[in-house]
């Protein structure tokens, strides 16, 4: 048996790609140190923007004398096949403390009982109501409101993808400011006051964008989170210090920049009229909140406009996440889709003479240690596997490499766990922290690797150029998180600035 392996490993020796892959090998460690330490700036930044940003907002954000001023915002929720959560939404949103919104569903040709739910739940009729067709979507069937819920109303059209369903609903809403909210997701009630700050301390401001928690674990009763808590399985687990580590100090490092180049499609404010100015979401892209966002960085530059679009780091919206491997699977893949056809389409801001930040610093960031990331990485880690079989790279070189790799991975991931703790501080019992913190160090033991294969799949699928056309993508929801209300009405957590929490 030696003897066919040393055969097999002189054979090897002579084979041009393993050849090439044993040049490579100080590229490769050269590429991990850079991502990592580009990482390792982004998380001081975000680290010192924290502090100082609890350091000037401790305190509830306005007093209630002053709530009147601030602008009224039409909230569109797109909801397809969301018939276990989107009641549960729309009650979240209701019990806002935010003075003057509207609620525009837009129920987008679901098969399930998504329309019905709506119409049992809040009493909707459909009404003779003017729709302005400023982006072109998908027929829309009707205009329905509540006499009960008077800001609650619900567009009902064919189905045409996310994109094609916030389109529809910027054509209906009555206001200047538009937020976007995911319909499995819940809002705290001081949450759209928090992401719609900027819009009044700084008139530049163009977009806003908020934190996104994973809400598998924690405690719904009638639309209001009662109880936070962590997921009892691990693959959820591991995507809250994923989110803690990609929001946290990955959005909250670009924000001061200016260079900020995704806000989450499942929590966002703009301004109406500039998104309708840019063509509203692109329906032929799987990305359509990082494409929105680039383009508007694009047009304003191209304008010559003073704006600013920026990043709070308030835990403002919880989202359930995957809990099966098809599903999580599914979404990494369509994730990475969307950001190699957001950087493709919109390539020219990337070192434009008026690009700024985001052209000359983030989008070139995105490109290198986003985009290519996941091949570098899979093909690091295979080629550095076989080059330690085959002899041309030493054992203790090839650990030393899996040891910095998965180091700096749990380094990362510890900091964001501490980053949260530190500020606000949401897990707050011993056992919570503990078990947070062997998550950030578990899953950078085949988790990270895993996934950084699924985004590998996703850029060779766009490479490929594989056309389809661009759905909802799927995600098997288990709404566990929803509970049957109490005899007497669960009290609803305010997060303040500060970290502590109160009814």
């Not at 809403?173 to 301390?201: N, W």
Request: aromatic share 12%; hydrophobic share 45%; net charge positive.
């Amino acid at each position: 048996m030696s003897t066919y392996w040393a055969g097999f490993v002189t054979y090897l020796h002579h084979v041009p790609w393993v050849q090439i892959a044993a040049s490579m090998q100080w590229i490769f460690m050269i590429y991990f140190m850079a991502i990592n330490l580009a990482y390792l700036i982004l998380n001081y930044i975000s680290a010192y923007q924290i502090v100082r940003y609890m350091r000037e907002y401790r305190a509830n954000y306005l007093p209630p004398g002053l709530r009147q001023y601030q602008p009224p915002v039409s909230i569109v929720l797109p909801a397809h096949n969301e018939e276990r959560s989107v009641v549960s939404s729309v009650r979240s949103l209701l019990t806002t403390s935010y003075p003057e919104f509207e609620i525009v569903v837009v129920n987008d040709g679901s098969s399930d009982r998504t329309r019905e739910a709506l119409v049992e739940a809040f009493g909707l009729v459909r009404v003779p109501e003017a729709y302005r067709d400023r982006l072109q979507t998908e027929h829309v069937k009707g205009v329905y409101a509540s006499a009960r819920y008077p800001r609650v109303r619900m567009v009902d059209k064919l189905n045409g993808g996310k994109s094609d369903a916030i389109n529809a609903g910027i054509n209906c809403v009555r206001y200047p400011l538009f937020c976007v909210v995911d319909a499995d997701c819940i809002l705290h009630t001081e949450s759209l006051s928090r992401v719609v700050r900027p819009f009044l301390e700084d008139r530049r401001v163009a977009a806003s964008g908020g934190v996104v928690r994973v809400l598998n674990g924690c405690t719904v009763r009638d639309g209001m989170l009662s109880k936070v808590g962590l997921p009892n399985r691990w693959l959820p687990s591991f995507q809250v210090i994923e989110y803690l580590r990609a929001f946290l100090f990955g959005r909250m490092g670009w924000s001061p920049m200016n260079a900020l180049l995704i806000i989450s499609g499942a929590f966002g404010v703009f301004y109406k009229e500039r998104v309708i100015a840019i063509g509203g979401y692109r329906p032929d892209t799987v990305g359509e909140d990082m494409d929105l966002v680039i383009r508007l960085h694009r047009n304003l530059r191209e304008e010559k406009h003073d704006y600013r679009i920026v990043f709070v780091p308030d835990p403002v919206c919880w989202t359930e996440v995957p809990t099966d491997i098809a599903s999580l699977r599914n979404q990494r893949v369509r994730w990475q889709r969307g950001l190699a056809e957001s950087l493709w389409s919109n390539i020219r801001l990337m070192f434009s003479r008026r690009g700024g930040a985001a052209g000359w610093v983030a989008f070139p960031f995105m490109l290198v240690f986003e985009f290519l990331g996941p091949v570098i990485e899979v093909t690091g880690y295979i080629s550095m596997i076989l080059l330690a079989l085959t002899g041309l790279v030493s054992l203790k070189v090839f650990l030393v490499f899996l040891a910095a790799a998965v180091g700096m991975g749990i380094l990362l991931s510890v900091n964001a766990m501490l980053l949260e703790e530190l500020s606000f501080g949401l897990y707050a019992r011993p056992s919570q922290q503990l078990r947070l913190f062997a998550i950030a160090v578990l899953e950078n033991f085949g988790y990270r690797q895993i996934n950084a294969c699924w985004r590998f799949y996703g850029t060779l699928t766009w490479l490929l150029k594989r056309r389809r056309r661009h759905g909802w993508g799927y995600v098997n929801r288990d709404g566990s998180w929803q509970h049957a209300p109490a005899e007497t009405a669960a009290v609803p957590i305010v997060q303040t600035a500060d970290g502590s929490r109160s009814p």
